[in-house]
């Protein structure tokens, strides 16, 4: 399956600096049993109401359970919980 988390994070956040940080902690989440890939699209527009990252996770149902139960998204939350002003999060086959 594929699991899509689609960020827009808050204006006064400099995002891009976290970048290498985001990339890091998430392909952590490649140790996880069953998450298979994971990829990064930065968004090409800045307009208002764009969404500014989409992270897509190729992974199983139970590596998606793993990951949800992991550190990484705890450290996911914890580190840039506060920076987002929304998000989107969407699985499909």
């Keep these: ?14 995002w891009q600096s976290n970048l290498d940080e985001i990339r890091t902690l998430f ?16 968004s090409n527009s800045d307009r208002d109401n764009r969404s500014d990252l989409m992270i897509e996770m190729n992974l199983s149902e139970k590596g998606l359970m793993e990951f949800d139960a992991s550190d990484i998204h705890k450290e996911w939350k914890n580190n840039f919980g ?10 499909c086959e």
Excluded: C, P
């Design 1 to 14: 399956m594929r699991h899509y988390i689609i960020i827009k994070f808050k204006k006064d956040i400099n």
């Design 27 to 42: 392909n952590r989440a490649l140790q996880i049993e069953e998450v298979n890939s994971i990829q990064f699209n930065v």
């Design 82 to 91: 506060e920076s987002i002003e929304s998000k989107v999060i969407f699985d």
